[in-house]
């Protein structure tokens, strides 16, 4: 069934902080409705927590690492005291590099926060969501769970995992009038990749603003999805068009994985020979007589 009406319904958005779920906390309140924001940073939570807050618009905040068990069970005990209409799952982390630079730490904490703590909160929260005939849960996803990408395999098998876990459950209660919404952008300008968790790479690459969407852009195509109970949501065009050539060309899409950018070494020029021996300097021509 649709939220067509968001006035005065409670959503609880995790990773509210910055990015897509302050946008989305913002876009919301601005529609009248109650927040409960969950975030690790506290001075970016209550930023957003005081950013939100208008005349009939109530606003809670709830400081938590998602990763932490005790952190998460408290969030599910503040949740289970509200009787929650929107649940937003966007809190996530990144890692880029080769995987086997990945420390088990990096590993564990990338799904904790990416998967488990989705699953966790959907599935404590699922008796109040169900209960009224318009609770909806939002997935913020990404295309990276819908294309696999190199140095982002954690990441990608998290959001792969995340895309499935909305599909299952809208088929599973669907019919008893949750909606659930699986949303996969593409890049967004927010900071999750400079943030990003590392391995042997020195940095993350930059992208070109002009292929990043805004996240007020995402927060607002993402409360329409709930609004219009959309399954699986690929809000952006570049997002569309790489999923689309996975799909239509999967041997193409591979290929083009595979390309890499190989550095050659500049040539060494003739006067640069260094001496054999700490004693001896090699002129040019004379390397060249002793090399013929």
Not at 203 to 211: A, M
Request: with cysteine.
């Amino acid at each position: 069934m649709r939220m067509r009406d968001l006035d005065g319904k409670l959503a609880l958005i995790t990773g509210a902080a910055a990015g897509i779920g302050r946008s989305l906390a913002l876009e919301l309140a601005r529609r009248r409705v109650h927040l409960l924001l969950v975030d690790i940073d506290e001075p970016g939570l209550l930023g957003t927590a005081a950013e939100a807050r208008s005349p009939g618009v109530d606003v809670e905040t709830c400081v938590a690492d998602l990763c932490c068990p005790d952190d998460l069970a408290r969030v599910v005990q503040v949740a289970r005291a509200r009787d929650i209409d929107l649940l937003v799952n966007n809190a996530g982390v990144a890692y880029y590099g080769q995987t086997h630079d990945m420390s088990t730490e990096q590993l564990d904490r990338l799904l904790g926060v990416n998967l488990l703590a989705p699953i966790r909160l959907t599935h404590e929260l699922l008796p109040t969501l169900i209960e009224y005939p318009c609770g909806h849960v939002l997935n913020v996803c990404s295309v990276a769970g819908l294309v696999g990408v190199a140095r982002l395999s954690a990441y990608n098998a998290s959001k792969f995992a995340l895309v499935g876990f909305s599909e299952a459950l809208r088929a599973e209660y669907g019919p008893r009038g949750l909606g659930v919404t699986a949303l996969c952008p593409g890049l967004v300008r927010t900071g999750i990749f400079r943030t990003a968790m590392t391995g042997g790479e020195k940095s993350v690459p930059r992208f070109p603003n002009w292929i990043q969407a805004s996240p007020e852009r995402i927060a607002r195509r993402a409360v329409r999805a709930v609004r219009r109970n959309e399954g699986l949501v690929v809000p952006t065009a570049a997002a569309q068009l790489v999923w689309g050539i996975k799909r239509l060309a999967p041997r193409f899409f591979e290929r083009m994985q595979r390309v890499r950018r190989v550095k050659r070494a500049p040539a060494m020029p003739q006067f640069a020979r260094v001496a054999i021996s700490a004693d001896e300097v090699i002129p040019p021509d004379e390397s060249l007589r002793r090399a013929a």
